[in-house]
């Protein structure tokens, strides 16, 4: 019989080097999505489904749509959020609604899947500015290395802790925080 743990201890196995990708903004490596799915698949099988739970977001002002994952393995399930860019045209009509949908819910399975262990951090933790008010399990989310996804500006203290503080999960400066994340972790 197949048990949770068991899964959960192959799932989480570290990845290897050779499929780690250097990142586009070109500060470390990630592991791409195919690459956690191929794992899904051949560990887990017919014990792991997701779904995408509610409608997708789309936010104009920043060209991004936010999606919300419900990833299951056996009896348990967590939640993740997915973000995607699109495009749109001349006439402010979105022309890759599809794909953007579809990226915005693989980054949410990618999401879900770290609350269960899977993956690595995507940021070097080799040099730490972490706040003394941070617990050691928060410590490895705060590093040097870290960019405004916007701006691609190293982030300052007083950044990391605004991130913090307001609960945001995505790299940006103060400047260029979007004004729906503030809205929404003000409620």
């Given at each position: 019989m197949t048990t949770f743990n068991d899964l959960i201890d192959k799932l989480c196995e570290p990845f290897p080097k050779e499929v780690h990708e250097p990142r586009y903004d070109g500060h470390g490596t990630y592991i791409p999505i195919h690459v956690y799915l191929q794992r899904l698949n051949e560990v887990a099988g017919e014990y792991w489904t997701h779904e995408r739970v509610g409608e997708p977001i789309f936010y104009m002002e920043d060209k991004l749509v936010h999606t919300v994952v419900k990833v299951s393995i056996l009896n348990?399930?967590?939640?993740?959020?997915g973000f995607s860019k699109f495009q749109v045209n001349d006439k402010g009509k979105i022309i890759n609604r599809h794909y953007a949908i579809r990226s915005a819910t693989k980054d949410g399975i990618?999401?879900?899947?770290?609350?269960?262990?899977?993956?690595?951090?995507?940021?070097?933790?080799?040099?730490?500015t972490t706040p003394s008010s941070i617990t050691d399990d928060q410590q490895?989310?705060?590093?040097?290395?870290?960019?405004?996804?916007?701006?691609?500006?190293?982030?300052?203290e007083h950044d990391l802790n605004e991130?913090?503080?307001?609960?945001?999960?995505?790299?940006?400066?103060?400047?260029?925080?979007?004004?729906?994340?503030?809205?929404?972790?003000?409620?």
């Open positions: 348990r399930s967590h939640m993740g959020e990618r999401d879900a899947i770290s609350f269960f262990g899977m993956g690595k951090p995507l940021q070097s933790t080799t040099r730490s490895s989310f705060f590093t040097t290395d870290r960019t405004c996804v916007k701006c691609n500006v190293a982030l300052s991130l913090t503080t307001l609960k945001i999960k995505f790299d940006y400066c103060t400047d260029h925080i979007p004004k729906h994340l503030k809205k929404k972790s003000t409620l």
